[in-house]
């Protein structure tokens, strides 16, 4: 029978205790946000609606086509250009998804003849830009320079250091600077995923690679999601120039892909411009990681200790993690529940998301359900 495998993957799901499922949530969800990404607590801000709106009064639903085509709209560039300044680059371009500029990024900066070394624990599209890159792929350990510069001695020619610079299940940071030292001693350039440092970490907000002293060096390229702290749906990578322009002439999913909505781009042009005007709310996202992180380890819960807006909370079993956040959403709670293979390691584990416009009494609650409820 045709597709007759996907019933034995189904049922060997099912007795994993894997099985994932769709959960709509309505409009009006009475239940305390902890799930997720909305860092700054900008998807529903008025101003971020009313970029998205006006946008679509003005663009129409969509883009219409490809980049290349009629999906560049003045409104992407200047997105591109804001972005662009505000993070510190020379250049910007905006994709679809933040999976679809990883996969850009990945492939383009890896072509046959050159190596890619990659963390351990990356995100899934950065594993695969680096299945679908003509480079061959090396992975190294988890956060370590030393690995890395082993692994660049290992052969010459042109090579690129891959990781996240927040990664999304611990939210613990990459060593970015001494990352960047270990590629330099072999002529290799770096390239990062900010998508959970992007309106986090560094001044205002500006990310990881400017908190580490690396925006604008001309062998960095980093990639962010604008569907996290900006609130909105997209991706972005931001570089050298002559990087940017590379990728407009070589990344198939830049130029095979409709551009991004309209309404997109207006709403994360919004989110960036109210950042700017309120760079302490990067300040407070970290500020809530560092009490939930302090109040769930007091009430002697396993909490990793956070590096930007992740916290994460290890459960027993995939089964027990699954009962976990069930269990809290039954008291009003939203939390994320990471299981094989989302997790690497095998550790299933609660994951909270520290959003800069949770109040005292919010916090108070979500880690009073979190300790009630554990299995």
């Known amino acids: 029978m045709a597709f007759g495998w996907i019933d034995e993957q189904a049922e060997l799901r099912r007795r994993a205790g894997l099985v994932r499922t769709l959960r709509p949530r309505p409009a009006d969800s009475p239940l305390l946000d902890l799930a997720s990404n909305d860092y700054l607590g900008l998807a529903h801000h008025p101003e971020v609606a009313e970029g998205a709106a006006g946008a679509a009064r003005t663009w129409g639903g969509g883009s219409t086509g490809s ?41 383009t900066l890896g072509p046959h003849g050159s190596l890619i070394v990659s963390d351990a624990l990356n995100h899934a599209s950065l594993i695969d830009g680096c299945r679908l890159a003509r480079g061959t792929t090396q992975v190294v350990g988890h956060a370590d320079p030393e690995a890395v510069r082993k692994a660049l001695g290992t052969r010459p020619g042109p090579a ?5 610079t927040v990664f999304s299940v611990d939210g613990d940071a990459a060593p970015l600077a001494a990352l960047a030292e270990a590629g330099r001693e072999h002529g290799a350039g770096l390239l990062v995923d900010d998508a959970h440092g992007l309106g986090v970490l560094g001044d205002g907000g500006r990310g990881a690679a400017y908190a580490a002293g690396l925006a604008g060096a001309d062998d960095v390229v980093v990639t962010a999601t604008l569907s996290k702290s900006l609130g909105s749906q997209g991706g972005v990578v931001l570089g050298p120039a002559r990087v940017i322009d590379h990728l407009v002439n070589a990344a198939r999913t830049f130029i095979f892909d409709t551009g991004l909505a309209p309404a997109a781009a207006g709403a994360a042009l919004a989110a960036l411009r109210l950042l700017r005007r309120e760079p302490g709310r990067a300040a407070r996202a970290r500020e809530v990681a560092a009490e939930l992180h302090a109040r769930l380890t007091t009430a002697g819960l396993a909490a990793v200790r956070p590096d930007a807006a992740v916290v994460s909370v290890r459960a027993p079993s995939p089964e027990q993690a699954v009962r976990w956040a069930a269990d809290c959403r039954s008291a009003a709670l939203a939390v994320g529940c990471f299981r094989p293979p989302s997790v690497p390691d095998g550790i299933s584990r609660l994951r909270l998301t520290a959003r800069a416009d949770l109040s005292g009494a919010e916090i108070e609650r979500a880690v009073r359900v979190i300790g009630e409820t554990r299995p």
């Open 160 to 164: 690129v250091v891959v990781s996240d």
């Open 67 to 107: 980049r290349l085509v009629t999906g560049t709209t003045e409104l992407h560039t200047e997105l591109e250009r804001e972005l662009a300044g505000f993070c510190g680059f020379e250049a910007a371009l905006v994709f679809s998804s933040g999976y679809a500029a990883n996969l850009a990024a990945v492939t």
